[in-house]
């Protein structure tokens, strides 16, 4: 069993910076890709920043600039780093990684349970 623990959110002023920590444990093989997500009140859950195996860094235009998205291969954790955060950024911000257990099995997909980044102004 893998498990995906944010941490870091909280409540902030415009203008000012949040570092989220993601670590995955568990049955770890590999880990194919992993990334960011957020999801405002009403609105659907969107990419803000991740890696995919062999690519690069994608980052959503909206953070482009402002967010650094790291990561820490030996512990498995990655980082978000928010810097100029305005209220448009307030949502549950959501971990997710692609994740093979053994040699030669199945990717699974996890998510972790979400921490809250509010921004007010």
């Known amino acids: 069993q893998v498990q995906l623990v944010e941490s870091g959110g909280g409540l902030v002023q415009a203008g000012g910076s949040l570092r989220l920590s993601c670590v995955a444990s568990?049955?770890?093989?590999?880990?194919?890709?992993m990334g960011w997500f957020r999801q405002a009140p009403g609105k659907q859950r969107e990419l803000v920043a991740g890696?995919?195996?062999?690519?690069?860094?994608m980052y959503a235009d909206s953070v482009k600039g402002r967010f650094t998205f790291s990561r820490d291969n030996a512990k498995n954790t990655v980082y978000l780093q928010m810097n100029s955060l305005n209220p448009e950024d307030t949502g549950v911000y959501y971990c997710n990684a692609d994740i093979y257990s053994e040699y030669g099995g199945p990717m699974v997909l996890y998510w972790g349970q979400g921490t809250q980044v509010t921004v007010s102004s």
């Open positions: 890696f995919i195996n062999g690519g690069s860094t």
């Open positions: 568990g049955s770890i093989f590999g880990i194919n890709a």
